[in-house]
């Protein structure tokens, strides 16, 4: 990887040869591209996010529409926030046709920092309330098999997401296509990596979060997906709670209290288990989930299975039995 | 501010004879100041060279690229960069990797823009920000940008200013796989042993437990440790 050329600690020598090449006289280089203006024709405000405004906006250059993060630094001790640098960082990084891109990065005023993605239409959450529920199964089966492939892409990366729900899986309504955005909360993580927050939406939690884990890999992401599986098949959410507590009870009524035996290692991360939560039976998943076929209905238990070290990855779910009739040709041409 | 000058004996709690190794410090600090000093020294000479050859040419001054130019400071600081980079440690509780991440980033700055030195005019606020942004990556709880101000001695407006600069020079590449990091402790380590020194950095890739701490803890907060000034 260092040659004596490029190490930046390399001989005495090809420092000076490097010095000699450069236009020591000449004027120096420009401001950076995107300092200030961002030559964008500012449309809508779309929404007000947790770091600031989004907006819907035209790009003067090409005439497309682009939407616009517009992160506010307003906190002086803060700087600029430790998942808005993970979010752009990443995304600069991936590059798949079902995650969303940043077109690019300006800054405004030493206070704003611009965010500038291609537009797609609406999210997930907004399709299934707004438009009754992709009841068309092949729809379910095409976004679920684009959603797979990008969180295949990101694990092969060693990237999990850890924030997968409805509302960040991005819609282009005219080519039925599925991205996957906000990456806040995204990381590369690493066999042994202890994580420290409690991170995502509580509907779309892993048990082993629920449970207090700090300990967890690729399977929370995969939790996450069979969690949107499930709500495209019924239309809400499969378990709605206020509170970790609760999650973690409609979750054991689902799918039965967890023991040593269906969780190895549970008695250990959760030791007031059977203090805390009754010995519920399982309920299954057909009983709420009923309008899947069959393949899907597996697929879907392989998905939502409490024990993490059982649960189907990313890889594996692609190549399940369920997408065997998926339009693979229109996929790759999208 | 950060500018020249020495710690005041009752602000520094170590005493100067006491070297990094003696501590209870982690392996990467002595490793990189070492190189960190050696690159310093060795592009202030080149800058002397050049400056000489120029004005046998009646050419002017050595003018060098000005990406870093936001790093630098009117005269270098009298605290060194072992001292430096221990103060860091110290007070802001970052994982070990935080530096080993911070070096990536500045060598990637140098490379990006090779016009451009690290000197000791730059030295330190360019290490401040680079484990700060590091910090900010790999460590789920870690302290704000104030925490970091104070401990670095330059204002919070000021590093909020070096941090974006960071960014913006580096165009947010931030992210730093597992291979990269890996490869840069093999060359850190590779370069000890042709010091005669062979030391090992620690690998983990893991955030320091700070149970007691909140995140994002302001210099307000008195669970905050509080440093002391570097004074002029």
Known sequence: MWNEESDWIGSFDSQLARLAECRMCSRDRGERPDATGMDLEVLEVAEEGSYGRVFRCLDIHTGALVTMKQITMVRLSQGVPAPIIREVSLLKELHHANIVKLLRVGLTENRYVNLVFEHLDYDLHHFIVNRGYPKDALTVKSFMYQILSAVAYCHSLKVLHRDLKPSNVLIDHSKRL????????????????????????????????????RQYSTQIDLWSVGCIFAEMVIGQPLVQAINCRDELEGIFKLLGTPTEETWPGITKLMPNLHIYYPKFDALGLETFVTDLEPSGLNLLSMMLCLDPSRRISAEAALKHAYFIDVNYVSLLLL | MLTAGEYSNHSWPLQPETSLTELNLPRVLCILSSMLEKLVARNEKL???????????????????????????VRAPSISIPKYLERIYKYTNCSPSCFVVGYVYIDRLTHRHPDSLVTSLNVHRLLVTSVMVASKMLDDEHYNNAVYARVGGVSNTELNKLELELLFLLDFRVMVSSRVFESYCFHLEKEMVINGTGMKIERALTPKAMDDLETEISVEDKQSPSPPQIVD
């Open chain 2, 47 to 73: 800058v002397d060279i050049l400056s000489q050859q120029l004005d046998g040419l009646n050419c002017g001054s050595v003018r060098l690229g000005n990406s870093l130019n936001t790093f630098h400071g």
């Open chain 1, 178 to 213: 599925i991205k996957l955005a906000d990456f806040r909360l995204a990381g590369e993580f690493a066999d042994d990596l202890l994580y420290t927050e409690k991170l995502g939406t509580s509907w779309y939690r892993a048990p082993e979060i629920l449970c207090d884990s």
